[in-house]
Every structure is written in structure tokens, then in C-alpha cells.
């Protein structure tokens, strides 16, 4: 298999003040035709740097992807030490200077003296054209091996990348057919699922698929790998079937699914419409359904009652089943889902309440405690959670689990 | 001055389906201490790149971070590693032993066997204990130099490392005397601050400090920087001090400061309650402001009126205004916000009702059009922004927006 390099040029890196998307990015592009991003690499704008970063990737990887350092600006020096590298001069690339003059003219900019200097490429070099900036990306073959420059602007990269680089790649290399599907799962932990499907992984690493965990707060990814290509995808659905029906709570979706999106589909395919009466999740359930383009369709609104007075005015909860169960008891959230209901006019209804934290617990409700309701057509189930200290996570936990009960109560996976 | 290495350890950061936040975080720390972060090497879990990584990073650097592949799954192999590089061998670490079970104690979960595996940990190492999960950080002394490893879960690696692992690199290291302020801004584009500010720019650049311009949707940070030490806070002082004078419309806040902070302390301050009545931002100016532990003392609730029936049935909007004058209009988030006043009970009121995009914008309302109205003691303010077409940003936008727009009439800032 082949296997490449990144290489990102920039102090800006180094000191956080930008996050590497590019190196990710470029690493999803790699992965989809079958070549593995084995190293990524961040240094600064240093001459030395570069060359040795450079003499490094070239001894293990075959394809080198630089990005950055290419700018008009001083400190920008890669187009220099390449030059240097593969023992060559900086020529004038007429099409460049054309295509660079062209961009300003466009934009109705001057055009300075520095701008000119892009149209200045390494001889040995091949242009890959730069449409949405000034500095052209550049390809560089070497002793059977590749070494591709390109600016670090996100979408100038990444157009000169697909448009260009991206081709000739295929063109030199024998892209394999690496075959992945990605299982969304909720409400499980990570060591738990690895646990619970312990003979379910032995048997698919027997045949041959690599299976990786990706966990996130509430959320674990199982990701299954084939490298043998298309005729392993019959046996990866398999496994897949295996795992719905053998979890099929915590199963929630596949690849870029999200839960909103789930919800949304499911509501709108049933013509039905939900509403969310919330407590400690302070709006974010709300948040996570509208974030799907077109919530408006089955989502009218939604109560946020922080206050016990609230709760009683907006949402219809009774004083003293408040004052006799607690404000985060199965019963509140019950009044809360129900009373939602009504209030919003909808045929299912979410209710929350708990201690996010990280104040606010007691012996008996510690922080992180959420009790959490759904209101349906026939029937209004209530389920309690305990999460940790931790506020954001609590919360985030919240709207997934909320989000997640609201689907199996949907599809009838609740008892 | 003393350098750092970041070696980040798994598959999903060189395929992309993970972005390296861990990084850009730590070289942020780092730079605030004045040790340079010169090398990011990003790896897969495999025993002899980890090593050869290790080896590297020892070569050039004096501190090495690695983070990821402390999972308890088996694919997670860097702790074995490690114990093989320092020629220690596993142990059990009560004190850890201790944290994993109560860590799973309080959270009423079962503790598996891989569990336990976790409280296993090399010999030589010095714990740098997890509070928020159960792989613990270890920190190795060799030859003088440093290794830390934690957890890849930011959550977990942030409080390791500011809790446990910066202390002793304070101790150890000569951090110095680098002196950094940053401000706040929202509302004002990174060029036309930069325009606006030019002057100052120039003196303060002569006077030796540094600047950066951080952008992040709807905000600007500006970082000053001093390499002198303490003895510059005096001028640095002087130069916020003129920022505050020039835009006080624009700075809400400094270094961590949240909008959401900045407007809980106002109302916490002046004895004050605030309610929100949304639409277009779908609760994501609710999920805001609850963001902020305690915001229950000043915010007891909102409404999210997504539909029209909504808005007059719970906000007492009138049909007929938003037949005259369309659903996004001055007129219409005046009713909202004034409605909101009243039926939450508060002293002041946000309403928002806008296009979020990517569909619903018409010629004379196209997607991105949003308007705020903030309903306070004395009176009502309202005001119309146009932002892009992109959902998530225009909500992150709305969201900014309507919180300083509030900041500034709540300060007498609005004409």
C-alpha cells in the first residue's frame, strides 16, 4: 500500500493560534482512494526545518503533501528552499503571471511588486494552477517518489488539490479499493461496547476487517475497515446487521449521520411533530433539533423553565408535586412532557430536568443526576441518568441521551 | 529557551475523521509560558513509529507531549510502549485503582476487568492523575528532558496538564516573563478593526509590543504581547485602556471572557432577570446563556416560538402585525420581546426572528437577514443584521449579536 506525508509549514501551528484542518482534511481525501496518511508533520517557516522534514518524509513515505509558507510575505520561505532541494532556479511561468495578473484585475486590486514574484515557480517544477489565490501549487517528482506543495489557505488548497493533484495521483498510483462504513452509537461506553461485542470483534478481525473506536462525550463510532476493497462489502453489512440487531437502542445511525438529523427524518416521515420542554439542558436540546435545516416543519417551538414558577406557569407541573417528589423526579418531567404537549400543540414532547452542576446537588440528586421524559400518542415513559461534574459534558450527554430515548421510544424499542 | 515537542498517536487524527484541537491547545499553553512548541508529529498506534517518534522528539526537543492511545480498548497500545522505552515494567497504582473504581462508583456503572487494566502504569513514572476519566496521565524524567502522556480525550488531557503537568513544568523550566492581554470584540470585522485602529497599531508596534488579530465567527481577539516581562503591563494597560475609549461598542471582555459571562455578571450585578424569546436561532441563545453555571439566579426561562402560531399564542404577538409587516420585522420582535417581558415574568427581554438559511429568504428578505430587539426597563431597541448564507454561522452570529446588543443598551450604549 502507499503511504503519504503531510507536511504543514507555519508558526501559526506550532502556537495554536490555527488549527490543522488541512492536515485532516488531506488525510479523509487520502483515506477514500485507499492511501495511508502515515505522518503528519507541523514545523515552522525555517529553512533547515523544511529541508530535513523533507529528507525524513522522503526516506519513509512515497507521496509528500506540503501546505503553507507560501504567501508573499517575508517570512514565507518554501518556494525558496525547494528550489534549493532539487537543485533548480526560479523561473518565470508565464501562464502564472498571466493567471495572477487576471486575479487582481478580477477583484479590481493593484497588482504589487511582491504579487508578481508568485509567478515565480522552481524550473524542474510542474504548475498546478491556483484559481482562488495568487501562489500556484507545485508537483515535484523525485527518484519515483512525489513531493507536492501547495499555499495554506484552506480553499485554495483544497481546489488546487482535487482539481490537480489529486488526478495525477491516481494517474501514478494504484489506488485500492479501501472499503469503510462508520456505526454511530449512543448511551454505550466505549470499554463497554468493546465488552459487550468482544466475540463480535475477535470473529471480524478473524476475517480480515480492522475495527477502530471512536469515542466523543455520550457517542461511540465503531468504524469498520476493509483494505481487500468492494468484495468485502456483502461481509461488512453483515456485521452491521449483527450489530443493530444486537444493540439496537445504542445504534442510532451511520457515516455523518447525527441525531437531530435522525429525529428530523423520523418526524417527518411519521407526520408528526415534537416539542421540548426543558430544564438544566437550558435550550441545547432545542439548539440540537433546529440545527437541521427545515426543523420548522415538524419542531414549532419549544418551553425552557429554569424556574419551579415557570415550570407551574408555562409547562402546567402542580406545585405540590413539586414540593412532594422533588423538582428532578420522574413525576416533574412526567408533567413536564404532558403539559408540553398541550401548551405546544404537538403530538410528542421531550421534557428534561437535573443538576448540570456544577453546583446545585444534594446528597440524594447529586450533580449530573437528569431525569428525562418522553410524551407519545399512546403513553409518557421517564428514564433517570447520571452523568459527572463536568457542566458542558453533562449537558451534551443530555441532549444525546434525550435525543437518543426519543428514538427508541419512537420505534418502540423501549419496554 | 526551552522547546516542546506534540507527538498526537492515532488512526482517526491521519485519516482525518478527528480534527488535532489537542495541539493548536497545547502550543497555545506552551506560548503563554514562553517555551516553543517546535515539532507536531502526528502518528498511528503502532509500537515502532511511537518509539522511533520518542527517540526524534528526545533528539531535538526538551519537553515531549503525547497524547492519545491510552484507551482501554486493544488497540491502544502507548502505555506498553512506554513501559518498554523506560525499561520499567507495569504496576498497579492504588491511588489510580481507587479513582477508576470510584470513578465508575458514582456514575452507577458497572467496572469491567479492561478497566482495571487502567490503574496498571510503568513504574518510573509519576501518576498525573484523571479527574475526568480513567486513563491516568504519567509523566517520565529522562536524561534530563521530559515525556507527559494523557489521555486524547480533550476534556481529560486539558485538566491533566493545567492540573498536574504545568505546575511541574513551571518548576522545572525557566518560563519567562512573556506578557500577554487579550480583547474581546464582536461585531467588527478583522480588516476594518484593523483599518479603524491603524494609528494605534503603528504607536504600539514602535513601543515594541506585539499584535494579533484572532478572528472567530462574530468575534475578534486582539492579542497584545510583551516580551519584556512585567515591567510593560503599565503601557499595555494604557493601549486597552484607548481600545475601550475608541470602540467601547465592540470590546465586551478580556482574555477567557464568554459573552455569556460578561452579560450573567451585569444582571447578577444590578439584581436583574432575563428572558429570551427566539425563533430563527432555535434556543441557541438560551443554551448561551445557560452556559454559565448559576444563570438560573437571573434567568428563569425562555420561549422558542418557531412558528407563528406560537409566537401569538405564546408571546402574544398579534396576527395581524405579522400580516402587515412579515414575521421578520421590527415590529414583529418588538411584540416578542415585550411579550416575552411579560409572560417569563423578567426585566429584560431578547427576541429574535430572522432567516437562518439555507432556505425561507425572499427577494426582499433574503437568508441571513435577522432581526433583534432587546425589551428593557424603560424602553424597546431594535435592530436589523445581515449576515451570510450559511445556517450555523448565521445562528452563531445571531447569537453573538443579540448578547452584545444587549450588553450595550443594558450600559447606556445604544443611541
Known amino acids: 500500500m502507499n503511504t503519504a506525508e503531510i507536511i504543514s509549514i507555519g508558526d501559526e501551528l506550532l502556537i495554536g493560534q490555527t488549527i490543522n484542518t488541512n492536515a485532516s482534511w488531506l ?9 495511508k496518511v502515515k505522518h503528519v508533520t507541523t514545523i515552522s517557516d525555517d529553512a533547515a526545518e523544511i529541508k530535513s522534514a523533507i529528507d525524513t518524509a522522503f526516506d519513509r513515505n512515497d507521496i509528500i503533501v506540503m501546505t503553507g509558507g507560501l504567501g ?3 517570512d514565507d520561505i518554501t518556494k525558496h528552499v525547494l528550489t534549493a532541494y532539487f537543485n533548480s532556479e526560479l523561473i518565470v511561468d508565464e501562464a502564472v503571471l498571466k493567471a495572477v495578473t487576471d486575479f487582481f484585475e478580477k477583484r479590481n486590486r493593484p497588482m504589487l511588486e511582491v504579487n508578481t514574484l508568485q509567478a515565480s515557480v522552481p524550473a524542474v517544477c510542474t504548475v498546478l494552477p491556483n484559481k482562488n489565490g495568487t501562489a500556484p501549487g507545485m508537483w515535484f517528482d523525485h ?12 480553499y485554495e488548497m483544497k481546489a488546487i488539490f482535487t482539481d ?8 501514478l498510483y494504484a489506488v485500492n479499493s479501501l472499503v469503510q462504513r462508520t456505526v454511530l452509537t449512543q448511551g454505550i461506553g466505549e470499554s463497554f461496547l468493546a465488552n459487550q461485542m468482544a466475540d463480535w470483534e475477535d470473529r471480524l478481525r478473524a476475517d480480515g476487517l480492522e475495527l477502530a473506536y471512536l469515542p466523543s462525550p455520550g457517542m461511540v463510532k465503531l468504524r469498520l475497515t476493509s483494505f481487500k476493497g468492494e468484495t468485502d462489502i456483502p461481509l461488512i453489512e453483515d456485521y452491521i446487521a449483527e450489530l443493530l440487531h444486537r444493540i439496537p437502542k445504542n445504534v442510532f445511525g451511520f457515516e455523518n449521520d447525527t441525531l437531530p438529523d435522525v429525529i428530523g427524518h423520523l418526524f417527518k416521515q411519521n407526520k408528526l411533530s415534537l416539542g421540548t420542554v426543558e430544564s438544566c439542558t437550558g435550550g441545547a436540546i432545542a439548539a440540537a433539533i433546529t440545527s437541521v435545516s427545515g426543523a420548522s416543519e415538524y419542531y414549532p417551538g419549544s418551553l425552557l423553565t429554569y424556574t419551579e414558577e415557570l415550570k407551574c406557569n408555562l409547562a402546567g407541573v402542580s406545585s405540590e408535586t413539586i414540593k412532594e417528589f422533588g423538582v428532578v423526579s420522574s413525576e416533574v418531567v412526567t408533567q413536564m412532557a404532558e403539559g408540553g404537549k398541550k401548551q405546544l400543540g404537538v403530538d410528542w414532547c421531550i421534557a428534561v430536568s437535573g443538576i448540570a452542576g456544577p453546583t446545585g446537588g444534594t446528597e440524594t440528586c447529586p450533580v449530573g443526576t437528569i431525569w428525562i421524559a418522553i410524551a407519545g400518542t399512546d403513553r409518557t415513559v421517564t428514564k433517570c441518568f447520571q452523568f459527572g461534574d463536568n457542566r458542558e459534558r453533562n449537558i451534551q450527554m443530555s441532549v444525546l441521551s434525550a435525543l437518543n430515548y426519543l428514538r427508541c421510544e419512537l420505534l418502540g424499542l423501549v419496554e
Open 27 to 35: 488525510g479523509q481525501e487520502f483515506a477514500k482512494i485507499g492511501i
Open 143 to 154: 527518484k519515483g517518489k512525489v513531493l507536492i506543495s501547495m499555499a495554506g489557505v484552506p
Open 164 to 171: 490537480y493533484a489529486l488526478p495525477k495521483i491516481k494517474e
Open 72 to 74: 508573499p510575505t517575508k
